[in-house]
């Protein structure tokens, strides 16, 4: 791959490496043209891949076009098929496969069927952690560029005058940049798989902060209304990356608002000492199939805009490693409501 390949520093990462390599699901990663620029282990033994040719998605199939062909025209973000592979020795294999597009170009997957599927298939957890093991990979170098706007901003701060009302917007970027810096450690630190130390969170603060990152986070044209019950609401877990969580939630329902409109975020406490959160639009809304997809590591409903189709799946799992559950009710042209619960501390 060239220096100038977008996939270029993410494939040669120890991280991406030492994870996408150890994979039982066959991983090949396409550049934008559909030219083929690297794949783990488990594809090369089922697939012919080798050395020293250029290689187009269309040469991997028994038949020159298939579901795959709309993903690479951009009529579809993604397709779940089955399919003949075109095998080591020539063969076909038949294989479940999913293709779908990504900022930098394409990713397959493929399993093997009938004789060549693995001993086992790593399950939607399995995949979930793998995302978080090899952002590992990157997190060191979002550092060094977190500490230069950290910088940036201290010198613009110091430059001000203590009564401009500038001042407030830098202190909430250097705000933002603290809370970036130490996401990306937890980052690091799922990576190495480290335990994550839990502390209290008072999740009526947790909210207020949200609410005051919201104003900056969504499109113009969208508004964002709070309504936390009062009282004090406390849980364990990690602040940092459970507050991104909820930034997520909170952006995809700005994003659903193309025309704009308002995003609704109440808190409130529920049965069984749990706390209720709701992110609620009357945007653009989705059909059950999508609703039931939108945790799939890698499905977006909006690549044009560069989604990546991770941000709800570590959502969730952010969710779940905080003891609670998080659920999405769509109605098309009626809005999107996501549902998270968590367990209260006695």
Do not use: C
Request: proline share 6%; aromatic share 4%; net charge negative.
């Amino acid at each position: 791959m060239s220096k100038a390949d977008p996939w270029s520093g993410f494939l040669t990462s120890e991280g991406a490496q030492s994870v996408l390599g150890g994979l039982l699901e066959g991983i090949a990663v396409f550049d934008p043209r559909g030219l083929l620029v690297w794949t783990n282990s488990a594809f090369r033994r089922l697939a012919r891949v080798g050395e020293g040719r250029t290689i187009h998605v269309a040469d991997l199939w028994e038949r020159p076009a298939g579901p795959w062909l709309e993903v690479l025209e951009g009529t579809k973000p993604g397709a779940v098929f089955d399919s003949l592979l075109l095998g080591k020795e020539g063969a076909p294999v038949p294989v479940q496969a999913s293709f779908q597009a990504v900022p930098q170009g394409y990713v397959l997957g493929v399993l093997g069927t009938e004789g060549h599927r693995p001993e086992r298939s790593p399950s939607q957890s399995q995949k979930l952690a793998v995302l978080g093991q090899l952002s590992g990979g990157i997190a060191h170098d979002l550092n060094n560029m977190l500490g230069i706007l950290v910088g940036m901003a201290d010198l613009i701060k110091s430059t001000l005058p203590t009564q401009d009302p500038l001042q407030e917007s830098v202190d909430l970027i250097l705000q933002t940049l603290t809370r970036a810096s130490s996401l990306s450690e937890k980052m690091l630190d799922f990576a190495r798989q480290t335990p994550q130390a839990k502390a209290a969170i008072d999740l009526t603060a947790l909210l207020r902060e949200l609410q005051s990152l919201t104003r900056t986070a969504l499109p113009p044209g969208v508004d964002a209304s709070f309504d936390v019950a009062p009282g004090t609401w406390m849980i364990e877990g990690d602040e940092n990356v459970l507050l991104s969580a909820l930034l997520n939630l909170v952006i995809n329902a700005g994003e659903a608002l193309p025309e704009g409109g308002t995003v609704r975020v109440s808190g409130q406490g529920a049965p069984e000492r749990r706390f209720k959160i709701v992110v609620e639009d009357n945007g653009t809304g989705m059909d059950p199939e999508t609703v039931s997809r939108v945790f799939e590591p890698f499905y977006s409903t909006k690549l044009e805009q560069k989604g990546t189709g991770l941000g709800l799946s570590l959502a969730k799992k952010t969710i779940q490693d905080h003891g609670g559950s998080i659920s999405v009710d769509s109605t098309p042209g009626r809005g999107t409501r996501v549902s998270v619960s968590l367990p209260l501390v006695l």
